[in-house]
């Protein structure tokens, strides 16, 4: 999401938002050492901020996640993550 203005001097973009999401799925372990992919289901893809028991499953928690993201964001880039 962001605002995007048009003048006579050119365009200015400001006010960019990232709301990051999280994709998990079902994935057994002997197809996962198999590198199955075709194999994965049940795929959900949702917000970061209401993935606390899919991110548990995977070892880390939003906050980590959404800090990780702040950190790849910063910089040079003014983006709000949301």
């Known amino acids: ?48 901020k209401q993935a606390a028991n899919e991110t548990k499953l995977h070892g880390t928690t939003v906050e980590e996640r959404l800090a990780k993201v702040r950190q790849w964001l910063d910089g040079t880039a003014k983006v709000a993550v949301e």
């Open 1 to 48: 999401q962001f605002k995007l203005v048009k003048t006579d001097k050119g365009i200015s973009i400001s006010d960019v938002k990232f709301r990051p999401t999280f994709m998990s799925y079902e994935w057994s372990p002997a197809d996962r050492q198999a590198q199955n992919l075709l194999a994965r289901r049940n795929l959900k893809l949702q917000p970061l």
